[in-house]
């Protein structure tokens, strides 16, 4: 069984915000069962459940239904990290779009977007595919708040939408729905959607840069290509992320897939693997790429793969490759 990650970057702009609601980011984060390091870590997979459930939480202790539509307004398109750089290099918004639509679950895989067009009207509608209150409401918020964001930098500051749908029920409080969107708002509707004149579709993009897309497009389809779906797949991932930061543990990796170690173990048991199995594999992957460069300090090396010492390293190492990293190296 897979999890739906997404990009702590989605965090951009939370300590903050909690913090002008009187509330305290760290505490919260904690509640949620993650690690407050996320806070500065902005470039980290996570669970989608464990973002969405963050939120959640955030909204009730701040007794803020709006939260997210109100962090919205602090992301704009570099929280989508390459994927948004190649929307901005591309000709159209049209172009940016399909793009968007192509590359978000590299991403986030908490949701999706489809372009629905008819009689001269353009809808993009956003799917939820993580658990929330009331419809996923504040992941819903933030991915329809962000879009409209986008529009706005691509057209202008004084656009405005037709209409907006949500499949949430109407807050207490409608000012920050209609502040951001200026537009009609439609609540308890079959979709979470954004309407636009579809001729918007063709508008120019100014940053527009051939090479620059088609190469950013060439690293998403690799990256895409050699993205599996395994629970095993998603582990490695997070170890090799979270090994050179000194943060690499079980209880951790756990966090951020939103499960309690336990469940981790057995659900990795079930896929006939183990987390320590798992890190024997990567730091063995790791260690040879190092190594591949005549240059590499073995202490450093060491440090990174999470290792006290050079001299257990060095063990670790023989009992792989049956010779030292020095001898490995000088080979």
């Keep these: 069984m897979t999890i739906l990650l997404a990009s702590s970057a989605s965090l951009t702009g939370y300590p ?8 305290n980011p760290e505490e919260l984060v904690m509640q949620a069962g993650l690690d407050i390091a996320l806070l500065s870590d ?11 459930r963050l939120f959640d939480l955030s909204a ?7 939260f997210c539509l109100l962090l919205s307004l602090r992301q704009g398109i570099s929280v989508l990290g390459p994927v948004g750089l190649i929307m901005r290099k591309s000709l159209t918004f049209h172009d940016a779009y399909k793009a968007l639509e192509k590359y978000i679950h590299l991403r986030s895989e908490a949701g999706t977007f489809r372009l629905e067009i008819k009689f001269g009207i353009a809808i993009i509608k956003y799917t939820p595919h993580v658990h929330g209150d009331d419809n996923c409401r504040q992941i819903c918020d933030l991915s329809l708040g962000i879009g409209c964001n986008l529009f706005r930098l691509y057209i202008g500051r004084n656009w405005n939408p037709k209409a907006i749908y949500f499949q949430h029920r109407a807050p207490p409080d409608l000012t920050p729905y209609t502040m951001l969107f200026r537009a009609p708002i439609s609540f308890q509707q079959e979709f979470n959607g954004l309407v636009f004149d579809a001729n918007l579709l063709n508008a120019t993009i100014g940053t527009y840069e051939p090479e620059v897309t088609q190469f950013i497009g060439r690293y998403l389809d690799d990256l895409d290509g050699s993205k599996k779906q395994d629970l095993v797949h998603q ?14 543990s079980l209880k951790n990796v756990a966090q951020l897939l ?26 063995q992957h790791m260690a040879k790429g190092h190594l591949d460069s005549p240059t590499t300090n073995l202490t450093n090396l ?10 257990t390293f060095s063990k670790a190492f023989k009992l792989w490759f049956g010779v030292s990293p020095s001898q490995y190296n000088r080979q």
Excluded: W
């Design 302 to 311: 060491a440090q990174t793969l999470g290792y006290a010492d050079l001299s």
């Design 235 to 248: 582990v490695g991932m997070l170890i090799r992320d979270l090994l050179p930061k000194g943060a690499c």
């Design 16 to 23: 903050e915000l909690v913090s002008e609601l009187g509330g």
């Design 42 to 52: 902005l470039e980290q997979m996570i669970s989608g459940d464990a973002l969405s």
């Design 60 to 66: 009730l202790a701040l007794s803020c239904p709006s």
């Design 258 to 283: 939103g499960l309690k170690e336990r469940a981790l173990q057995r659900r990795l048991s079930h896929e006939s693997s183990s987390f320590q199995q798992i890190l024997d594999q990567v730091r």
